[in-house]
């Protein structure tokens, strides 16, 4: 442990005045303010680090980290890892609200009486709700509420837990969310720690709250604390984000001399049909990849429907043998601890090499064995067992392009992890059937990848965030960045809401995703593809007012 006055930022960054005020906050609450790329979810990983390093979030007390999407938490937790190590990390619980929400029902369900009572293997689903059986994602927030607002024994629990809460994105906190984290952490000794962007709200349709920061500070007596910088993107992109910034909230616009450099790159392309787009953002890819880009450093961003509006780019980019991953079908799945390691098991059998995904195999098997002596017993079983299947996998009688022969294969390598590990992976898998269906949902997406050509490691390919490119949704690319970013089809047609400022949000997140380079396109004609709902208009036009932001020095 050392003296709080001894504390740096971890790995030699070097923070502006109000972010090292804010990381290094010993009691008051705060609430940061500031635009794409200021180095908000880093401030929060920097200020994990600072308590957990300085011991103001003491032993056993924990940091309880809430972020909107499973990707965001993740982000966020591995950066405490690799700014603390695992040790000190293992006391920062970066979660989603529904994971929040589900901790609480699963420890304190008993609290919840009447209509609200349910059974201890209860389920959850999407849309139906059963009397004592099952519940849906919709009534995971309120029902937590109902426990902790009306339970003091609940309410303990957690405040005896978490010395310290950080709220990510917090411009989308919707009003239960909001109500949950009054009725955890107000009064309390908690020390909270919200960061948001307002012209980032993109969760209004879902009930974002109008002026939740401000309602924050109010609540909780948090010290505004607005950021300045933008660690993220080249000054061309800046320039145009400047000009964003200038028509949604011009009091948080930049000073031009503030921007300037002729770094980074914005192209408009127009095309006749989505075909041609397909064609020439496909050699686009196929260009940057030979340059050295990282897969996981493009991205395909697209407002709604990417499985439709980008059907005909990802055709293109299987005939080129190119790895994409669809976010929409898989990106929540390899969040989950159970799905990576499976994918690492398979990553390892199917590919000799593959060191990084054999260290994170290792290391998830190895977290929860009891003693010295048992974990080095379990380490040579794992061991053997990945030497006899990549044995198996290798033999010319094995049919590696079908789904059903793998399937046995995770079913023995997860029977020698054993159950009790594997539901230490995670406090959801100790639940009902949450880790059986996970395991099935995972082999049906190795399937489903397996099926496009037969090859296990193009498959593994798609599946990595790693070794693919991404095609996200809008609302799937918040808190993330690239190097290289298309946003496909900036049309009337999908960018259309009732309310003209979503649009100009989400546009905004979009652009915003790019560190260098930033490609925007739109097409006159997309022929209807296979699977389109009634509603899909072939004649498209272009979206003006988001493309003259485009246009600038
Ligand atoms: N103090 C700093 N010095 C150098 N780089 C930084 C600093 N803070 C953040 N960064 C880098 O800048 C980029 C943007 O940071 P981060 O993702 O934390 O921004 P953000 O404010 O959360 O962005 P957004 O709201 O757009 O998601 C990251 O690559 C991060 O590593």
Known sequence: MIPPEDWCPADGLILEPNALTAVTMIDANVVVAAGPGAGKTELLAQRADFLLRT????????????????DAARNLRERVRRRCGSQLAAR??????????????????????????????????????????????????????????????????????????????????????????????GQSTAVLTAVGDTKQRIMAFAGALDGVLQTFAADFSADPLPLYQNFRSAPR??????????????????????????????????????????????????????????????????????????????SELTARGIAFRNEQESQD??????????????????????????????????????SEQEAARFDSQVKQKLRTTRAAVRDSAFAAGEPAAWTPLV???????????????????????????????TLDAYSRELTVNGDPAHALRRLSEADAVRFLTIHKCKGLEFEKVVVLGVETQLFWDRNADTVMSEFFVAISRAKRHLVLTYAEYRERPDGAPWKWDELRTPHRTLLSFAEGP
């Open 411 to 441: 079913h023995e390598f997860l029977d020698l992890v054993s159950r009790p590990v594997l539901t230490a992976l995670s406090p959801g898998y100790q639940q009902g059937n949450r880790l059986d269906d996970l395991i099935v949902k």
């Open 92 to 185: 920062f619980d970066s979660v989603t609200f529904h994971a929040f929400a589900k901790r609480l029902i699963d420890n304190f369900r008993p609290a919840l009486v009447g209509p609200n009572a349910l059974d201890p293997d209860y389920r959850i689903d999407t849309e139906t709700r059963i009397l004592r059986k099952q519940i849906t994602f919709k009534d995971m927030v309120p029902l937590a509420l109902k426990i902790v607002g009306s339970n003091a024994y609940a309410r303990g629990g957690i405040r005896q837990t978490y010395s310290h809460v950080f709220l990510d994105e917090f411009q989308d906190c919707n009003n239960s969310q909001y109500q949950l984290v009054k009725a955890a952490f």
């Open 237 to 314: 992109l800046r320039r145009m984000q400047n000009r964003m910034i200038a028509r949604m909230d011009p009091a948080a616009a930049s000073p031009a001399e503030d921007l300037v450099g002729e770094d980074g790159a914005i192209e408009v392309l127009k095309f006749d049909t989505a075909s041609q787009e397909a064609e020439v953002i496909a050699d686009r890819i196929e260009d940057w990849l030979e340059q050295g880009v990282p897969p996981s450093e493009i991205a395909i961003l697209v407002r709604q429907q990417p499985h439709l509006v980008a059907a005909a780019l990802g």
């Open 55 to 70: 011991g103001q979030c003491p032993y056993p007390r924990r940091i309880l980290a809430v972020s909107f999407k499973v």
């Open 333 to 370: 799945l390899t969040a989950e601890p159970i799905a990576a390691l499976v994918f690492s098991f398979l990553r390892v059998v199917a590919d000799d090499r593959q060191p990084d995904a054999y260290a994170e195999l290792m290391r998830i098997v190895h977290r929860s064995s009891a």
